[in-house]
């Protein structure tokens, strides 16, 4: 032990900043890559259940390790490159897909204390970074020299910036409320049980962020980007083995986010529901799981990820003018009157409170 | 030197890198990307110097928006680079004329007495850039905001002005409320009558 | 919190957001409320900026808004004028089927924005308002959009327009550089201690400024867009251009040079006195050689603003009130010009040859008249109002020592005079070629003799000219 304490002490501050942050990302990106790949598992099961059919059951036993022969079946393939294509940006693209979706999770208060990056802007910077998500199917899009590639790529941009708004307004009024842009403040101003979720009276903004949410991520509904019955598979036509494994790893890590800040945001994230429930969180033993914890944060996302998986079962694609017009013209109004609505009752709560309640 | 050092020089680095290449690469998709990279440089620098606010909506409203959509006109046109590069060095010694003089200036005012100030003390760790800039924006320059609001207001009123057309009136177009709204008794009609014998039977 | 002080501006942008709002509800039939309704938000704000009368200054918003004699006179002005500008430009723009409410909203912005520049007391106000109304302008020089040359101007104004804003804001941040503020009263207190002619960095952002400010006033040798942006514009748009703007262009350059810079006079005299010159012998002489009139009355814009600029060098408040003159009649009389322009004008196309003008005595004795009226004027014919007001600026010019640029003043508007006797000429003693009769409605015909009135009146009675003189010792 403490041979490998003067080893530490050796090296060099910066390299050791560098390293404890290094393993702090390891940390939380290899739970992320596992559960993103049992995500495809669920989707597959869950959509299988509900169509009446098994799912994948074959691979181990109930089917366990399927995602594991995925990735080992694609890690195996050829990467083709287009004659035609741009072959820098044609292999930068899913690593642009990719790195935003994983560059996210730094932000998450995972509990209280677990956070690599607690920075004071934490909401604008998940809007920020899952901005960029666009630009690896754009790329992908252009550089494949492909017209259905292409095709894709106007309508993912297009898609994207639209509900990136919608998005946005819906989040502003989460942050009225929290009156603070940290994710872990915003947490911690929705403590005190079940009740003081911000999704009851932000009910409609919660609906508004996660459809805006579910188009961000191209997922069904508003699969128009990848449309496999128009414009075969969109903008990954072209990609295969790792290349296309990477824009599919990115996909689902997207998904985890969305879902992810859902919880957050509208359900207290790591906060236990029972909060108050004293009886029930002394119990001896089980007591514990009623607390607060990483766990109610993990329930609260897979909620999220089964809609994901419920909506694209059970709807059909939306045509492009649809959703165009389901972004602008009703998620957008939508918002902009909830926060209106929102600033009245601040404004009048802070009025009555700055007047000690004089009006009885 | 310290780890905060080694960033700034990091950042600054592929800050400049990638601003010369934007001028200097041929392929404009290219361009734009190194344009996106040296945002993403330059917003870093920023959230170093405390200003994580400008920093962040530096990347959410540059790279997320606008680049977007400058990536969808180059990839629309088909730009001819080599047409636009005619006469580069003709116009290179007053290009580079314009550059000393506006750098000369620069310099000038950097050493005027305005700047000749300590190195601020770093603020605390919770001190909110964003809350310090709301209140700001809101009380001491809501003036001139308000007058920014109504120039985007006529921004996009000429926008829409200039460039929306109504469609032809006989252009078909679909009416989602009417589409929702339907009935299987607007489409289907069902009809009662008579069982009939096969003709030959 | 002061934001009483500024009730006029308030009421005009909530009144043209809701005249954005109701166009959109109206039925083309009914299009004409909406211009009915900007003539009574244009009045309401004139009556509240009326009463806002004031002889003491006052700041409001932080020091970002100030109120002074100069800003309600100059406001009420560009108010008037703007108004007149709705009343002229109706016809026309029912005629070439462009009559929206879109162009009464983007107008009402843009008076918005010279209200914002009159009473700007920063540098950050200064460019807000500046932006706005040239924004705004744009977007009407293009406003026929199915109009290649419109679509061209529009263009061009916008390109150059873009490079100014560029240089006169890279001027301004040198000049907060240095100062360390963007408050006039600050950056004055400071030049006031520098030696101007000395500073480098002093020249160099006053330079910027200067190149930017002749860009949007349109004098030599950035007037380039001048003549090619009023032809391409709808005639209305041209009217607009040439009016109001100047009005807040001269308020702009009273803030900045001599809000800001006054003691920095010595610097922008020198700078100004080519810029002048140039103006005067360019403006004059390229509107001999145009055929057609709105291309000439732009070329004599461009020389009109020579003289307005020429006030400033005399740097005392004589000079300064006689520009402020200058600007303001100069206004009301281009206003009137280009009223005649949209009374030739018809259906299939502009009224913009010279050879328009023939035989208009013939076709419509009474705006003839009124035409030699404003083209005397512009010539500087006594007893109208051009005429005194040149008198004013060539006064203060002497008095302050600069005989030399009175002597090429007076010379280039002799040369001027011919080109506006020439297009009198054809009205009186040519036969006309177009022998279709003209017929306007009522209001227009009552403004345009009103308008006529006033270039006989204003110059017979010195009140404006005393109203300005109080307006610039009050603000100084």
New interface residues.
């Given amino acids: 032990m403490d041979t490998l304490t003067a080893i530490w002490g050796s090296v060099p501050?910066?390299l050791q900043?560098?390293i404890i942050i290094l393993l702090k990302i390891v940390a939380i990106l290899l739970p992320l890559i596992l559960a993103v790949a049992y995500t495809t598992y669920a989707e597959r099961k869950v959509i299988g259940y509900m169509q009446v059919r098994l799912g994948p059951n074959r691979v181990g036993p109930k089917g366990w390790l399927q995602p594991i022969a995925d990735v080992v079946k694609l890690m195996f393939k050829e990467v083709i490159v287009p004659s035609q294509a741009?072959r820098?940006?044609f292999l930068l693209a899913p690593v642009i897909a990719l790195a935003p979706a994983f560059v996210a999770w730094s932000v998450i208060p995972f509990s209280n204390t677990m956070i690599l990056a607690d920075?004071?802007?934490g909401l604008?910077?998940i809007?920020?970074?899952t901005?960029?998500d666009?630009?690896g199917i754009?790329?992908a899009g252009?550089a494949s020299n492909s017209k259905y590639a292409?095709l894709s790529?106007?309508r993912a941009?297009?898609q994207?910036?639209s509900y990136?708004i919608a998005m946005g307004f819906a989040l502003v009024g989460v942050l009225m409320f929290a009156g603070?842009?940290n994710l872990n403040e915003i947490v911690k101003a929705q403590s005190g049980g079940i009740t003081q979720w911000f999704a009851w009276p932000l009910f409609g903004l919660l609906v508004v962020f996660f459809i805006a949410g579910v188009a961000e991520t191209n997922r069904a509904p508003f699969d128009v980007a990848e449309g496999e019955s128009e414009i075969v598979a969109g903008f990954h036509v072209e990609y295969s083995g790792m290349a296309f494994a990477l824009f599919f790893l990115g996909e689902y890590a997207n998904m985890l986010m969305v879902s992810v800040i859902a919880a957050i945001l509208f359900c207290g994230g790591w906060l236990s529901p029972f909060e108050g429930v004293d009886w029930l969180i002394n119990l001896p033993y089980v007591g514990v799981l009623f607390g607060h914890g990483v766990h109610w944060l993990l329930l609260k996302t897979a909620f999220f990820i089964f809609l994901y998986l419920w909506f694209r079962a059970t709807f059909p694609r939306y045509r492009y003018?649809?959703i165009m017009?389901l972004g602008w013209k009703v998620l957008i109004p939508v918002t902009l009157v909830y926060i209106f609505a929102e600033g009245i009752y601040i404004g009048w709560k802070m009025w009555q409170a700055s007047h000690g309640g004089g009006l009885t | 030197m310290g780890f905060e050092q080694i960033i700034f020089y990091l950042f600054a680095t592929a800050l400049i890198m990638s601003a010369v290449s934007v001028v200097t690469v041929r392929n404009p998709v290219l361009a734009a990307l190194f344009l996106i990279a040296a945002f993403f440089s330059s917003s870093a620098i920023w959230i170093m110097l405390e200003a994580e606010f400008l920093g962040v909506v530096l990347v959410l409203v540059y790279v997320g928006a606008v680049m977007v959509l400058f990536l969808f006109v180059i990839m629309m046109l088909d730009i001819n680079t080599d047409l636009l590069r005619e006469g580069f060095m003709r116009y290179l010694p007053i290009g580079l004329l314009i550059a000393v003089v506006i750098a000369a200036e620069m310099i000038l005012v950097m050493m005027s007495k305005v700047f000749d100030k300590p190195i601020p003390a770093p603020l605390p760790a919770n001190h909110s850039n964003t809350e310090a800039l709301g209140e700001v924006l809101y009380t001491q320059y809501v003036y001139p905001f308000e007058i920014a609001a109504v120039i985007l207001l006529v921004a996009i009123v000429a926008a829409i002005v200039l460039a929306h057309r109504k469609r032809p009136i006989n252009t078909k177009s679909q009416k989602p409320g009417e589409q929702v709204r339907v009935k299987s008794s607007d489409r289907l009609r069902i009809i009662k009558m008579d069982a009939e014998k096969r003709a030959g039977s | 919190m002061s934001f009483s002080l500024a009730t006029p501006e308030i009421f005009l942008l909530s009144a043209t957001c809701f005249i954005l709002l109701l166009d959109v509800f109206l039925k083309d039939k009914f299009r004409s409320i909406g211009y009915w309704a900007s003539l009574l938000a244009l009045g309401v704000t004139l009556v509240l900026t009326y009463q806002s009368w004031t002889e003491a200054k006052a700041l409001a918003f932080n020091g970002m808004f100030v109120h002074d004699t100069l800003s309600v006179v100059l406001k009420m002005a560009v108010l008037s004028i703007v108004t007149a500008i709705f009343v002229y430009s109706k016809p026309y723009l029912i005629d070439r089927k462009i009559f929206k409410g879109e162009f009464y909203s983007i107008s009402l912005f843009a008076t918005l924005g010279m209200m914002v520049m009159i009473s700007a007391n920063t540098l950050l106000m200064l460019y807000m308002g500046l932006e706005l109304l040239s924004l705004s302008m744009y977007a009407l020089v293009a406003f026929n959009r199915d109009n290649g040359r419109c679509t061209e101007a529009a263009m061009k104004y916008f390109v150059l327009g873009a490079i100014a804003s560029g240089m006169l804001l890279y001027g301004m941040s040198l000049l907060y550089g240095l100062s360390g503020s963007i408050e006039l009263s600050s950056i004055a207190e400071y030049v006031a201690n520098q030696k101007i002619m000395s500073s480098v960095a002093l020249l160099f952002a006053l330079t910027f400024i200067i190149v930017g400010l002749g860009f949007k006033f349109g004098v030599a040798p950035f007037h380039m867009w001048v003549p090619d942006v009023y032809q391409g514009a709808p005639t209305p748009v041209t009217m607009m251009l040439a009016s109001a703007p100047k009005i807040a262009v001269f308020a702009m350059t009273m803030r900045l040079l001599v809000g800001g810079m006054e003691f920095g006079s010595e610097g922008w005299q020198q700078m100004l006195i080519p810029l002048i010159v140039m103006s005067m012998v360019i403006g004059n002489i390229a509107a001999i050689a145009q055929t057609n009139l709105k291309r000439m009355l732009a070329y004599s814009t461009i020389s009109h603003m020579g003289f307005v600029l020429l006030g400033f060098v005399s740097a005392s408040e004589g000079g300064y009130s006689a520009a402020m003159y200058y600007a303001i009649t100069y206004a009301i009389t281009a206003l009137g010009g280009f009223a005649i322009l949209i009374a030739l004008s018809h259906e299939d196309g502009d009224a913009e040859e010279l050879d328009d003008l023939r035989g208009l005595s013939r076709r419509h004795p009474w705006y003839a008249f009124m035409m030699m009226l404003f083209l005397f004027s512009m010539a500087g014919v006594p007893p109208l109002v051009g005429f005194f007001a040149k008198l004013y600026i060539l006064q203060a010019v002497v008095s302050a020592g600069f005989v030399w640029l009175a002597v090429i003043a007076v010379l280039m508007s002799v040369v001027g005079a011919f080109y506006y006797l020439r297009a009198i000429k054809l009205m009186y003693f040519d036969k006309p070629i177009d022998e279709r009769s003209i017929s306007m409605s009522i209001s227009f015909n009552a403004l345009l003799s009103v308008n006529g009135l006033l270039v006989v009146a204003l110059g017979l009675t010195p009140s404006l000219m005393a109203l300005c003189l109080i307006a610039i010792k009050q603000s100084i």
């Fill in positions: 501050e910066f900043t560098f741009n820098f940006v920075i004071n802007v604008l910077f809007l920020a970074i901005s960029l666009v630009f754009i790329l252009w292409i790529a106007m941009g297009a994207v910036v990136e603070s842009l003018d649809q017009r």
